[in-house]
């Protein structure tokens, strides 16, 4: 009979321990992760950059990767962004009654190995179970710390007229992605979630220049959402020329039969980086080296005028709005 | 871009003749000339006009009101595009109707709601059959899926609309028609010869920037004559009988009626009905509902917009009260719509 996660492993009991032994400790062993009630962690002088990241993604595994590699990640970006190095993790998984558990454990595994190459540790952990149809499936929450590296102060505030905006590969393929699993529109494309940790990318561009303006990883609401709250944040205008965005025929496909705008759709292991031009050549060499960011590219540049705005330099040689996103989103991408 | 689209390009540019007013008929060309930058191009001697191409703008208030009544009066369960959920009614939207406790589903395709209807039978549900030639033929075939399969518990509420009879409406403000590809990918191109001979140019254009562009240039080069002409630009798609097959369907299961336009009232024989052998599919049948003429907002104007006679920007509610967040006309609810595109892409205030 298949194993599955029951009430009983949430109890607190022999079960929970039986839970965590043979599914959390054995995937995130490591000496800080201890039976204690709380990690004890040496993190020594320095800024410390703190976050915390919810995930619900449905469905829960996906071309790609899981909700497991997705948690790891998501966190791991959101502290890469403030330019601080990954080092410890917390996690809570919140999980349905009935769950399978090879299912939690392949989960697991992938935590493990998505932790491992960002180099990042899982010291503190928690689980709850809860009854058929009070929760869907699994929910997992991490919590993070990173030490900032020295001289970096990266924030949407910070971009300046005549910075260049850089992506770090082709955009919005973890929404399409998530689309296309639910499979609700009878559409059959081979596309795969551009779920990666990024910590790699951005300890290169550190290594080039420090004076990095702004980072921000593409995830809900897509690499669009992130240039609307930079042009916000830094009262300036951003110009993107159309041509230059990189996007996969597959998803461009998708997205011309749904009428939807690639630059809204959610991406899992891009970053938008803002560098002064004299340095973008620079950072975008030293991206296109790394794993996951080997198509990088310069998309537009930061402008005083249109302050606020996003606007794009279309194919024809004219300028248009890039209209802002409306109503509901996808739901449950992450 | 090529030389040939070079080329187009300038022709456009560097138009300076009389005023020549062009009116796309297609949700999807509005949002692809602003979205392309196409509008960008234009001087000012070229007036593009939005005209009523989308079919949630052309959606009269009654029927979103007759909607509403089959939800929360009837008890059924009204399947429909999305972009319709958020259109007002006289009293409310399907939306309002939810919040209500209606039971409204968004689907994507009309086969979706025959589904619906064979899983659970204790339901009586109504899919919302709107759009043009391009749309109508899936619903024929939820129809006529629906009667094989013998359900009891399946109607549409049929408001869909065909293009011949508008042209022919708003002609007089129009000096050429660029017609709708994929519709015409569907009918053909006899219309269009139709409407040149009644004096009307047009070319069928399709929705790449360069095929965009090479149409308005054809139109440009075209009218220099001062004759009438029917170019198809499109032809790689569409021939000039169209998809015999789709036209063979819509003639078995529908049949013309006259049909109410938002802002531009009864256009007589510009709609399809349900044919009588098929009236036991028929909602307005079935449940028996009263003639509801709905009552629009008085300070919008999207009536206006859709003829021409005015730019969304010029309505006193526009981007104020108007906002695709709130639309007070159906113009500002689809994405196709011209208000949401003129509002969504503000070309005109960019630096």
Redesign the interface.
């Known amino acids: 009979m298949e194993k599955t996660v029951t009430l009983a492993h949430g109890a607190g009991g022999k079960q929970t321990s039986e839970l965590i032994d043979t599914i959390f400790k054995a995937h995130f062993s490591n000496p800080e992760l201890t039976a204690d009630d709380a990690a004890v962690l040496d993190i020594g002088g320095g800024k410390i950059a703190f976050t915390t990241d919810g995930f619900i993604v449905s469905p829960f595994e996906f071309p790609g990767g899981n909700i497991g590699k997705l948690s790891i990640c998501g966190t791991v970006n959101d502290l890469s962004c403030m330019g601080a190095k990954p080092q410890y993790l917390s996690c809570a998984f919140v999980i349905e009654e009935g769950f399978p558990m090879d299912k939690l454990e392949e989960i697991a595994a992938a935590m493990e190995k998505t932790a491992a190459e960002a180099g990042v540790k899982i010291v503190a952990g928690d689980t709850k179970v809860a009854g058929r149809g009070q929760v869907d499936k699994i929910f997992i929450t991490t919590t993070g710390i990173g030490k900032i590296s020295e001289n970096v102060r990266t924030s949407g505030a910070y971009a300046k007229p005549g910075d260049a905006v850089i992506v770090t590969g082709d955009i919005g393929r973890h929404g399409c992605t998530i689309l296309l699993a639910r499979d609700?529109?009878g559409i059959d494309a081979k596309v795969t979630s551009d779920c990666a940790p990024l910590w790699a990318n951005v300890e290169k561009m550190l290594g080039v220049t420090s004076d990095i303006h702004v980072i921000r990883d593409a995830t809900r609401g897509g690499v669009g959402t992130v240039l609307y709250e930079i042009a916000g944040q830094s009262g300036t205008g951003i110009l993107l020329d159309?041509e230059k965005i990189p996007v996969e025929p597959e998803v461009r496909g998708v997205c011309g039969m749904l009428?939807l705008e690639p630059l809204y759709l959610a991406c899992e292991g891009r970053l938008v980086v803002v560098v002064p031009k004299d340095k973008a050549d620079a950072v975008l060499d030293a991206l296109r080296g790394c794993k996951y960011s080997e198509n990088a590219a310069v998309i537009g540049e930061i402008t005083e005028?249109?302050a606020g705005?996003v606007?794009?330099?279309?194919?024809?040689?004219?300028?248009?709005?890039l209209?802002?996103p409306?109503?509901e989103l996808l739901p449950r991408i992450c | 871009?090529t030389e040939t689209i070079e080329k187009a390009?300038s022709t456009i540019t560097g138009y300076n003749g009389k005023k020549l007013r062009i009116m796309e008929v297609c949700g999807t060309h509005t949002h692809e000339m602003?979205?392309?930058?196409?509008?960008?191009?234009l001087p000012e001697s070229i007036d593009l006009i939005s005209g009523p191409g989308c079919p949630v703008c052309v959606t009269p208030v009654g029927y979103i009101d007759e909607a509403v009544m089959l939800a929360l009066e009837k008890n059924a369960v009204i399947c429909t595009f999305g972009d319709l959920i958020?259109v007002p009614g006289t009293e409310m939207s399907l939306a309002g109707a939810r919040s209500r406790g209606g039971d409204i589903r968004p689907v994507?395709s009309p086969l979706d709601a025959v589904e619906i209807a064979k899983n659970e039978p204790d339901r009586q549900i109504v899919f919302l059959a709107v759009g043009f030639e391009t749309t109508t033929p899936s619903a024929c075939i939820a129809v006529k899926k629906a009667r094989k399969l013998g359900l009891d518990n399946f109607s549409i509420l049929a408001a869909n609309k065909t293009m011949p009879n508008a042209y022919k409406a708003l002609m007089s403000s129009v000096d050429a028609y660029l017609y709708p590809g994929h519709v015409n990918a569907i009918t053909g191109t006899a219309v269009c010869e139709e409407m040149k001979k009644l004096g009307v140019s047009g070319v069928v254009a399709g929705f790449t920037?360069s095929e965009l562009?090479t149409a308005i240039a054809v139109i440009i080069e075209k009218s220099k004559t001062g004759e009438p002409f029917f170019v198809n630009c499109y032809p790689r798609v569409v021939t000039a009988e169209g998809n015999i097959p789709a036209q063979k369907l819509m003639a078995e299961v529908m049949e013309p009626c006259d049909s109410e336009w938002r802002g531009l009232g009864v256009i007589p024989m510009s709609g399809m009905k349900l044919r009588d052998e098929y009236s036991e599919l028929d909602a307005r049948i079935k449940f028996d509902l009263p003639k509801i003429s709905g009552k629009a907002n008085p300070a919008c104007r999207c009536g206006d917009v859709l003829q021409g006679k005015c730019k969304p920007s010029d309505c006193k509610v526009f981007g104020k009260v108007c906002t695709?967040?709130h639309p007070v006309g159906a113009c500002m609810v689809s994405?196709e719509g011209a208000c949401s595109a003129y509002y969504?892409?503000?070309?005109a205030e960019?630096?």
């Open positions: 609700e529109f159309q009428g005028e249109n705005k606007v794009m330099k279309t194919a024809v040689g004219t300028k248009t709005l209209p802002q409306g109503g | 871009m390009k602003f979205r392309l930058g196409i509008r960008g191009l958020r994507y920037a562009i695709p967040q994405t969504q892409y503000g070309g960019l630096k």
